[in-house]
């Protein structure tokens, strides 16, 4: 399957995988935390885990909210 199957990116999901990349990439390009959250906004908790989720499991990370997951 590949990365946007993983996403979840069906059309109900296109925008929640749209900005939870964004975060990652906005991450990886050194904007501030004030910056991200300004952008997209959204908290700094979800900005957070986002980039946790991401760096604990790489795009597969950034599927759809695991309830499980803190």
Same mark, same amino acid.
């Given at each position: 399957?590949?990365?946007?199957?993983?996403?979840?990116?069906?059309?109900?999901?296109?925008?929640?995988?749209?900005?939870?990349?964004?975060? &990652?990439?906005?991450?990886?390009?050194? @904007?501030?935390?004030? @910056?991200? &959250?300004? *952008?997209?906004?959204? *908290?700094?908790? *979800?900005?957070?885990?986002?980039? &946790?989720?991401?760096?604990?499991?790489? &795009?597969?990370?950034?599927?759809?909210?695991?309830?499980?997951?803190?």
């Amino acid at each position: 399957m590949g990365a946007a199957g993983r996403l979840g990116c069906g059309p109900e999901h296109a925008a929640e995988a749209g900005w939870r990349a964004r975060i &990652v990439l906005m991450w990886a390009d050194a @904007s501030s935390l004030a @910056s991200i &959250v300004r *952008t997209l906004g959204k *908290t700094k908790k *979800t900005a957070y885990r986002w980039r &946790v989720r991401y760096l604990e499991q790489c &795009v597969d990370g950034l599927a759809r909210d695991d309830p499980a997951w803190p």
